[in-house]
């Protein structure tokens, strides 16, 4: 699995479990109809609690990021299937950018610079997604 | 609300004048995977005890499943497993008569599970459990409290004593195997000195000092406050007195190291007043919460 748990990130860790599920979709090293392991599975391969596990997938899954079969395991999504409303997803993103803006703050990073690095960093992540829908 | 797996409120317990626990207050909620987190003598053994009613407390109250394990102690014990830190078998019995005499106090047994795990820790059934390692010995009794399905699951010390390398891996496997069914109903309470372990299993803990709670969160919430703040200066770092917010100060030289609880975001705020050339800051681990909070 590519999921890497950083216990001194201070992000709770069924939230690291579920951003990690959603950047492997995004770029691609997911697919669309990819198993993903069981809820025990995942919480053995991780060394965490199932209660956790089980919180991350919950959270996927109300995203539609992923969806629970009834027997047969949980599997990624098709994209753009996302249940939720415009309005909650730009809220949603929002506060993510929020705290990007606080963190560039404290480290000083002016917002022209901010500007930039959000360009160089979408040119390199959609570079990265071109390359994998080719190989 | 679900009435907690555990709830122990102001629990005093001496043994002679010395006092083990002053005023203990605990809650369980089933479903947790709570770690019972204290040093050698901090009272981790005795409170367990008196959930048993192996002691009887001085004062204040115990509840199991909401019932006073002193007057319904049968009840209590058919609902949960408990695993001391030493186990012992008759030395007579192999691995299978050992599971079997253990099955036959039990109401249900899930001969699934046992063989399942039997097969994972490469247990031979038929080898005589005089026989057996200190890690064999503590996979067989986790078996034993496993395969009966309690709704709680007491390990006292669970991996004290084994291989580190070894019983990493297998508290895992356990609690993994236990909490696989009936999620939400199974409690496990886990007593341990050897926090590491545990970092990832925890949903919530407390930790004991001296006989008292000095700390109870849930383990990602504790993650996010205590934190530490580490600053480099050109010249001479400021003085420890500086920082009274903290909960310690280091300093040496040119560079500081805060520990902060809660208030991580003020005290970065006040050392980036104070112009470090670098500064950087991480959350504790779950054993380094632990250090930074007994005394």
């Known amino acids: 699995m590519f999921v890497q748990l950083n216990f001194r990130s201070g992000v709770p860790v069924y939230l690291q479990v579920a951003q990690q599920v959603k950047a492997a979709a995004a770029s691609g090293a997911l697919r669309p109809g990819d198993a993903l392991p069981s809820v025990r599975a995942l919480a053995e391969e991780l060394r965490i609690n199932r209660n956790t596990a089980a919180k991350a997938y919950a959270e996927l899954e109300s995203e539609g990021v992923l969806e629970l079969r009834q027997g047969s395991g949980c599997f990624l999504k098709a994209n753009g299937a996302s249940p939720l409303r415009r309005a909650v997803r730009s809220e949603r993103l929002g506060a993510e950018l929020d705290a990007v803006i606080v963190q560039a703050h404290h480290l000083q990073i002016g917002d022209d610079d901010l500007r930039a690095l959000l360009d160089e960093r979408l040119a390199d992540f959609r570079g990265r997604q071109r390359q994998r829908g080719q190989s | ?295």
């Not at chain 2, 008759?90 to 063989?115: C, I, K, T």
């Not at chain 2, 100060?249 to 006040?270: C, F, H, P, T, W």
């Open chain 2, 1 to 295: 609300m679900n009435t907690p797996a555990i709830e122990v409120r102001q629990l005093v317990h001496r043994y002679g004048r010395a006092e083990a626990l002053q005023g203990l207050d605990l809650t369980v909620e089933p479903g947790q995977c709570y770690g019972f987190f204290g040093r050698n003598g901090a009272g981790k053994t005795t409170t367990i005890k008196c959930l048993l009613n192996l002691l009887r407390p001085h004062s204040g109250s115990v509840r199991v499943f909401g019932m006073d394990p002193r007057t319904r102690e049968a009840e209590v014990k058919t609902r949960l497993a408990y695993v001391p830190d030493f186990v012992a078998f008759y030395p007579w019995m192999s691995v299978r008569e050992a599971l079997d005499y253990q099955a036959s106090f039990r109401g249900h047994w899930n001969r699934d599970v046992e063989g399942s795990l039997l097969r994972q820790f490469q247990l031979d059934p038929a080898a005589p459990t005089s026989g057996l390692s200190k890690g064999q010995r503590t996979q067989l009794a986790l078996i034993g409290a496993i395969a009966a399905e309690p709704e709680l699951l007491v390990l006292d010390e669970p991996t004290s004593g084994l291989d580190p390398l070894v019983r990493r891996e297998f508290i895992q496997t356990v609690i993994g195997a236990y909490q696989d069914a009936a999620p939400g109903k199974r409690t496990v309470f886990v007593s341990t000195h050897l926090i590491t372990e545990f970092e990832g299993l925890i949903d919530r803990f407390t930790v004991l000092d001296q006989g008292k709670a000095v700390l109870t969160a849930d383990a990602d919430e504790a993650r996010a406050k205590f934190r530490r703040l580490r600053a480099r200066f050109e010249g001479d770092a400021p003085a420890e007195s500086e920082f009274k917010a903290a909960k310690s100060v280091k300093r040496d030289g040119r560079s500081v190291e805060l520990i902060v609880n809660g208030n991580g975001d003020e005290l970065m705020a006040q050392l980036r007043a104070m112009k470090p050339t670098e500064v950087t800051t991480e959350s504790l681990t779950l054993e380094e919460i632990f250090m930074a909070t007994v005394r």
